[in-house]
């Protein structure tokens, strides 16, 4: 069964230091892996995606992620945080070889908070 | 472009009673989806479409309906509310092809007593 699991419910990081919110999944296949971001009371953010190729993927706002095949593993990282980054993130991964609805599978959700 | 918009944002409803929560886009996309939101789950998906007149159950489909006849519109529909429906429901788009991204509107919040 297809899963993703974010094993930290919230992430702290002093601003300007670097920041790092992990994420795990469960495929039988090659995924599709995928960043969001929420804000207080807003809808989900697209940040990055992993498709195929490079295995360092950028994104919006400085954000970038590393596919890890051997550890199934697709952390979201940033060199310097800022207040700002603080909000809700959740990873989620889409297995195109077996499901057909287009689903994404989402983690539980990791909140970070970047303190002043 | 407004995107993907969603109305009400916040409803209170009294359980057996019926709503529709609406959810429009404006970018042409052919895959529309329901999710609900809960504390410590992620997002699940109810609905999907991948056109109009073509709709298909998610993972959580029980409770909800849905129609799509429109390319622009897809409301979800729940024929008796329950307290176990109480939940923050995200719409959201896919563009076609290999770009898979997909877009969520800004939610709606139900409350079921």
């Known amino acids: 069964a297809q899963s993703v699991a974010q094993p930290e419910d919230q992430v702290n990081v002093a601003e300007g230091n670097p920041l790092t919110v992990k994420c795990t999944y469960s495929?039988?296949?090659?995924?599709?892996l995928f960043w969001y971001v929420q804000y207080p009371n807003r809808g989900l953010q697209f940040l990055l995606k992993?498709?195929?190729?490079?295995?360092l993927v950028k994104g919006s706002y400085g954000f970038e992620a590393e596919f890890n095949k051997s550890q199934t593993s697709f952390h979201l990282k940033k060199p310097s945080a800022l207040v700002s980054d603080s909000a809700l993130y959740f990873c989620?991964?889409?297995?195109?070889?077996?499901?057909?609805?287009?689903?994404?599978?989402f983690g539980s959700g990791t909140r970070l908070l970047v303190r002043p | 472009n407004a995107g993907v918009t969603q109305t009400p944002k916040f409803q209170v409803l009294k359980t057996g009673q019926s709503m529709t929560l609406q959810c429009a886009q404006d970018?042409?996309?052919?895959?529309m989806s329901w999710y609900r939101q809960d504390p410590g789950m992620g997002l699940r998906l109810i609905h999907y479409?991948?056109?109009?007149?073509?709709?298909d159950q998610g993972e959580v489909p029980n409770g909800y309906n849905v129609s799509r006849s429109t390319t622009e519109d897809f409301p979800l529909r729940l024929l008796s509310a329950a307290p176990s429906q109480t939940s923050v429901y995200f719409c959201?788009?896919?563009?076609?092809?290999?770009?898979?991204?997909?877009?969520f509107g800004p939610g709606t919040r139900l409350l079921v007593l």
């Open positions: 959201a788009t896919r563009d076609g092809g290999s770009q898979e991204t997909q877009y």
């Open positions: 479409s991948v056109g109009a007149g073509i709709t």
């Open positions: 992993y498709i195929t190729g490079d295995n």
């Open positions: 989620a991964v889409r297995d195109p070889w077996m499901d057909s609805s287009y689903k994404l599978i």
């Open positions: 970018m042409n996309h052919e895959y």
């Open positions: 495929v039988s296949g090659n995924p599709y």
